[in-house]
C-alpha cells in the first residue's frame, strides 16, 4: 500500500517539473493571477525582452490602485492610479493574456475573481504577486503569493523554484456559535499561534467547523494565512466545493467535469497522514474577535479588554506591544466595547463575498450607521448579485456607501484612506501601522461585528446586538 | 543582480518582532518604478514622528548607525504583503543582509531574488547580537556566504543555512530565468504530461 499522504504533497508532486538533488523544486504554475500592482513584473519582463509564455493561464483584473468611486477607467480623476490602470490593460493586449477591465462586467479583487469565474480549481497550482493568494486554497488548491521576480519568472517559463514547505494541520473542531464567522476562525488561529506560527509551511484547515463552513468563509479562513506566516492554506474539496465550482465560466463542463470530479475526490488528506506541525483550536469556544494592536495576532473576544503588555514575560514582544498600544493610542484595561470607531470598512478580499455582505446586511438592516461607513463589493459579480437581493438598499437606507469594487481601504494606494488618527473597525487583513493611511488604527473584525461597530459607533458584541433575532 | 559573497559592515539592532514590509516601505510608495530608486524611503513613516519629524530614538536615525549595511531583527522580519519594493528599498539603502530568527517567506524570496543574504539564526543569538550592537555602536557584523557563517561583533562564529539552489545563484550574481529557460525541454515534457491527465484546465 502506499504511504499515506497529505494533500499538500498530493498537489506538490502533481505539480514538479524537476528536482534537485538539494531539494529545490522546479514547479508548474496552472493559473497565474495578476492585478494593476503586477506593473514591475511586467516591465522586468519587457526588460528582458521575454514573452509570457502561457498566455492562456494568465488571467489580470485591476484591484489595487482602481478608485471605488468610479465606474470607468476615464472617470479615473488621480492620473498616476489612471496611468497604472491603463498600464495593465495595454499590457494584457500587448502580451495577449485575459484581462478583465472596468468595463468587462466581471473586473474586480483577484482573490474574488479567480474563484467566482471558475479560474480557480481544486488541485491547481496558483501564484499571483500577492500575499494573500492563499485565499484560492480555500477549494483545494496549493496557491501562493510571490515577488515581482518570480512574477516576471512565471511570466516567462510557466514555473517557479521552491523548497517545499513543511506540512501543517490546524484542526478546528466543534460548533461555531451565532455570530461567529470564518473570520473569527482565522482571528482566533492567528492569536493562537502567533504571526509567525506557520512560518515555512502549508497549512490544511480540518475538523467540523472547517467542513461547516460555506466556500465564502473557507475563503475568509485561507486569506489570512499568510498573517500567520504561511506559504499556503488550504481545505480537503467535498460537495461545498464540487456544488461552487460547478457551472462557473473557466470551470470544466460535460466530460471534463466528470473527469476533473473524480480526480479532485482523490485530493483529500489520506487517513494518518503525517504532518511536521499540528495545531487545535476550540471552535466551540471562538467569540466574536476584535484585534487591538498592529499586529493580527494581537486579538481578542469581544467580550475582552485591551490586555497589560507588563503581562508579557519576553522584553522584546513586551516593548513591541507598548509601542502597539502607543500607536493605537490605547491604555491596557480598557473594555474593548469602550473603543469608539470613526470610519468602518467592510470589504477586501479578505470579506468582500456575497456571504459577507448577506451577514453585514442583516445587522445593518433597520439601523443606522454612526459613523462614514465603507461598503465596497469585492467584484461585479458580488455587486450585482447584492442589487439583485436589494443588500445595497439595506446598506444605503442605514446611511452606508454602496462602492464600486476594488481593495479600497484595505492597501491605502487607491484614495479609500483613514486620516491620521482616524480608527476604523474593518474587515480587511492587516492592522499594521499606516496599512489604511498615515497614522490610521486599523481595528480587525469579521463582516457582522464590523456592521455593528458602525451602527454603534464602537465595537459591540453583535450576539447582543442581535439577540432574539436570530 | 550584484554577486554576494562576503559583506562586512556596521549593524543595527531591531527591537521589534513582525516588522512588516508596509514598515519598511508603505503603500505610496509602491508605484515608483524600479529605475526610480528607493534611497531615503527606509522605514519612512515608523522613522518619524506623528508631525513627520525625523525621531531621534528611531535607532537608524542616529548618528553612530550611519551607514548601516547589515540588520540584526526579531521573529518574523518582513512579513506581511509580498511587494518586492521592500528588498529593493533595503538594498538601495546599503542593507545588503538582514540576520533574523525567521523571516516572512515571500520577503526571504525577495530577499534573495535582489542579491541580498537573509540569514537565520536562533533568536537566543540575535538577542545576543542585537545585545553587542546596543553595547557598541557602530560594530561591523560580517556575513561570508562562501563560508556560510556570521561573524559576530565579540569575534564569534555563527554558522546557518541558506537554500543551495540559492547560494550558487548569490554567489554569482545570477537571474533565474535564464536557468529556468535551460531546462525547456523539462517544462515542454511536463505540459504534455499535464494536458493528458488534467485536460480540464486546458481549453
Not at chain 1, 493559473?31 to 528582458?48: T, V, W
Request: proline share 5%; net charge negative.
Amino acid at each position: 500500500m502506499a504511504p499515506a499522504k497529505t494533500m499538500f504533497a498530493k498537489l506538490w508532486d502533481a505539480h514538479v517539473v524537476l528536482e534537485r538533488d538539494d531539494g529545490q523544486t522546479l514547479l508548474y504554475i496552472d493559473r497565474h493571477l495578476c492585478h494593476d500592482g503586477s506593473r514591475q513584473g511586467f516591465s522586468k519582463l519587457k526588460d528582458q525582452g521575454r514573452k509570457v509564455r502561457r498566455p492562456d493561464l494568465t488571467f489580470a483584473s485591476p484591484d489595487h490602485y482602481r478608485p471605488t468611486d468610479v465606474k470607468s477607467v476615464a472617470e479615473i480623476q488621480d492620473d498616476k492610479m489612471r496611468a497604472i490602470l491603463e498600464e495593465l490593460s495595454a499590457n494584457a493586449e500587448r502580451f495577449g493574456i485575459h484581462h478583465f477591465g472596468l468595463d468587462s462586467g466581471m473586473d474586480g479583487i483577484a482573490h474574488v475573481v479567480g474563484p467566482e469565474l471558475g479560474i480557480t480549481l481544486p488541485g491547481i497550482s496558483l501564484v499571483c504577486g500577492d500575499s494573500h493568494t492563499a485565499t484560492h486554497g480555500a477549494l483545494g488548491a496549493f496557491a501562493f503569493g510571490i515577488g515581482a521576480s518570480e512574477v516576471a519568472h512565471v511570466f516567462a517559463t510557466q514555473t517557479l523554484w521552491q523548497k517545499k514547505p513543511k506540512a501543517m494541520r490546524v484542526t478546528v473542531d466543534g460548533k461555531l456559535g451565532f455570530g461567529v464567522s470564518g473570520k473569527d476562525v482565522i482571528l482566533a488561529i492567528i492569536g493562537q499561534i502567533s504571526a509567525a506560527g506557520a512560518t515555512g509551511h502549508a497549512v490544511e484547515y480540518a475538523g467540523s467547523a472547517i467542513r461547516g463552513l460555506d466556500m465564502e468563509g473557507r475563503m475568509t479562513v485561507c486569506n489570512m494565512t499568510i498573517e500567520a506566516g504561511g506559504r499556503a492554506g488550504m481545505i480537503a474539496p467535498d460537495e461545498t466545493t464540487f456544488d461552487y465550482c460547478n457551472g462557473r465560466m473557466f470551470a470544466p463542463k460535460g466530460e471534463k467535469w466528470d473527469k476533473a470530479l473524480a480526480y479532485w475526490q482523490t485530493l483529500p488528506s489520506d487517513d494518518g497522514a503525517e504532518f511536521d506541525t499540528e495545531a487545535t483550536v476550540d471552535g466551540n469556544a471562538i467569540a466574536p474577535m476584535v484585534t487591538w494592536g498592529t499586529s493580527p495576532e494581537n486579538v481578542v473576544p469581544v467580550t475582552e479588554a485591551v490586555p497589560d503588555p507588563a503581562n508579557e514575560p519576553d522584553p522584546v514582544r513586551r516593548k513591541t506591544q507598548e509601542g502597539s498600544l502607543d500607536y493605537m493610542g490605547l491604555k491596557p484595561g480598557t473594555p474593548m466595547t469602550d473603543i469608539a470607531v470613526d470610519k468602518v470598512f467592510i470589504g477586501s478580499c479578505t470579506n468582500a463575498r456575497i456571504e459577507d455582505l448577506r451577514i453585514a446586511a442583516k445587522v445593518a438592516k433597520g439601523r443606522r450607521a454612526q459613523v462614514r461607513t465603507l461598503v465596497v463589493p469585492g467584484s461585479q459579480q458580488v455587486k450585482r448579485a447584492a442589487e439583485a437581493e436589494g443588500l445595497d438598499k439595506v446598506f444605503t437606507d442605514a446611511g452606508m456607501e454602496w462602492r464600486e469594487p476594488g481593495c479600497s481601504m484595505c492597501v491605502g494606494m487607491n484614495g479609500d484612506l483613514l486620516e491620521p488618527g482616524e480608527r476604523s473597525a474593518s474587515t480587511s487583513n492587516r492592522n499594521f501601522m499606516g496599512r489604511q493611511g498615515e497614522g490610521g488604527r486599523t481595528h480587525l473584525v469579521g463582516p457582522a461585528m464590523a456592521a455593528a461597530a458602525s451602527v454603534s459607533g464602537h465595537f459591540a458584541d453583535v450576539r447582543q446586538l442581535m439577540e432574539g433575532s436570530n | 543582480m550584484d554577486a554576494f559573497t562576503k559583506w562586512t559592515a556596521k549593524a543595527a539592532p531591531i527591537d521589534a518582532a513582525n516588522v512588516d514590509t508596509d514598515q519598511i516601505i508603505p503603500a505610496p510608495f509602491l508605484s515608483r518604478i524600479r529605475t526610480e530608486g528607493y534611497e531615503g524611503l527606509l522605514f519612512y513613516r515608523v522613522r518619524r514622528t506623528a508631525d513627520g519629524e525625523m525621531d531621534p530614538d528611531f535607532i537608524l536615525n542616529r548618528d553612530d548607525f550611519k551607514d548601516t549595511g547589515i540588520l540584526v531583527a526579531d521573529r518574523n522580519f518582513g512579513c506581511g504583503s509580498s511587494r518586492e519594493n521592500a528588498a529593493w528599498t533595503l538594498v538601495d539603502n546599503g542593507i545588503r543582509s538582514v540576520i533574523a530568527p525567521s523571516f516572512g517567506d515571500i520577503h526571504y524570496n525577495n530577499e534573495m531574488n535582489n542579491g541580498m543574504v537573509p540569514v537565520m539564526l536562533d533568536a537566543g543569538i540575535c538577542a545576543d547580537l542585537r545585545r553587542q550592537l546596543h553595547a557598541n555602536p557602530g560594530a561591523e557584523i560580517t556575513v561570508d556566504l562562501e563560508r556560510n557563517v556570521v561573524v559576530a561583533p565579540d569575534g564569534k562564529e555563527h554558522a546557518f543555512t541558506i537554500p543551495a539552489f540559492n547560494r550558487e545563484r548569490l554567489l554569482k550574481g545570477l537571474d533565474d530565468v535564464s536557468f529556468t529557460l535551460e531546462q525547456e525541454s523539462d517544462i515542454a515534457a511536463y505540459e504534455a504530461k499535464r494536458r493528458d491527465e488534467a485536460d480540464w484546465l486546458f481549453e
